[in-house]
């Protein structure tokens, strides 16, 4: 499985600012740093904002900033929100598969809960 640049950009993000130790950072300061796009930037800072994980300051001295502490943001959750996780068209329930004894769903499930686990129970400062 191969994670999104979006979720890439939100464990970037985050570790950026949990290094910071609460300092206020610009998207453009970050983006800089790991030479990524200010604009894809913007959007995965929306994001990590509805979240709860950042908060943003607006004006002069404004920017970005961890809204939890490091320990109690979840890596298993956080992927689980920022990537699409219907690794087969059959993972849609809209899907109308014609292979009824098909065994590629389980097994695919069962990959993708192996990938998941190994995020469960992590949290950001597991890996600061």
Same mark, same amino acid.
Do not use: W
């Given at each position: 499985?191969?994670?999104?640049? &979006?979720?890439? &950009? ?6 950026f @600012? ?16 790991? $030479? ?18 950042? !908060?943003?300051?607006?004006? !002069? ?25 219907? @690794?087969?068209? =059959? &993972? ?9 004894? =098909? ?5 695919? $499930? ?6 998941l686990?190994? &995020? $469960?129970? !992590?949290t950001?400062a $597991?890996?600061?």
């Amino acid at each position: 499985m191969k994670v999104t640049q &979006f979720t890439d &950009f939100s464990f970037r993000l985050l570790l950026f @600012l949990a290094r910071g130790q609460g300092r206020i950072v610009t998207v453009r300061e970050v983006a800089g740093y790991y $030479d990524i796009s200010a604009e894809h930037l913007k959007k995965v800072v929306r994001s990590l904002s509805e979240l709860g994980h950042i !908060k943003t300051v607006r004006g !002069k001295n404004g920017g970005l900033r961890l809204a939890r502490e490091p320990a109690e943001i979840e890596l298993g959750a956080l992927i689980r929100h920022q990537e699409n996780l219907a @690794l087969l068209p =059959c &993972f849609d329930p809209a899907d109308s598969c014609p292979m009824e004894l =098909c065994r590629l769903r389980g097994l695919m $499930d069962e990959a993708l809960e192996r990938f998941l686990a190994v &995020f $469960d129970g !992590k949290t950001l400062a $597991d890996i600061l």
